[in-house]
């Protein structure tokens, strides 16, 4: 297995194809998300945890593992068809990385949920987070 120590954090991706992405996939991944949260090597979104955003997020990480392989996935469905957790991470610099490509929703939206919020069970706990 390849160690992230030896994967260069650069998007192999040209200016006209990132641009296309981020028209797209991620233009819907930003609206999806209700609440983000800051890691200590990237962030954690939340979502609405119905099949049409499982399905977007594991479409945007297959993109994504194509043009970053430097990047970390990790989702999360909580129980009860409760929200959807995807946490990016990797390494060092990848925070700045991430800001870069996702824009705003990695500040801004930090622990304000969006109106879709209310939608989210709050039977979920910080621990859901990490």
């Given at each position: ?53 499982i ?7 297959v ?5 970053c ?15 959807v ?10 925070k700045?990385?991430l ?10 939206l ?6 879709g ?7 979920s ?6």
């Amino acid at each position: 297995m390849k160690g992230l120590a030896m994967t260069p954090m650069a998007c192999s991706l040209t200016t006209v194809e990132l641009r296309d992405r981020a028209a797209a996939l991620l233009a819907q991944f930003r609206a999806a998300v209700i609440e983000t949260e800051e890691l200590q090597e990237g962030y954690a979104f939340r979502l609405l945890g119905d099949g049409k955003w499982i399905a977007l997020i594991a479409e945007l990480i297959v993109a994504e593992r194509e043009c970053c392989p430097f990047l970390k996935f990790e989702m999360a469905a909580l129980p009860n068809k409760g929200s959807v957790i995807v946490r990016v991470n990797g390494p060092a610099d990848t925070k700045e990385f991430l800001r870069a490509v996702l824009g705003n929703l990695c500040g801004w939206l930090m622990h304000a949920p969006s109106p879709g919020a209310d939608e989210l069970e709050q039977k979920s706990s910080a621990e859901d987070w990490r």
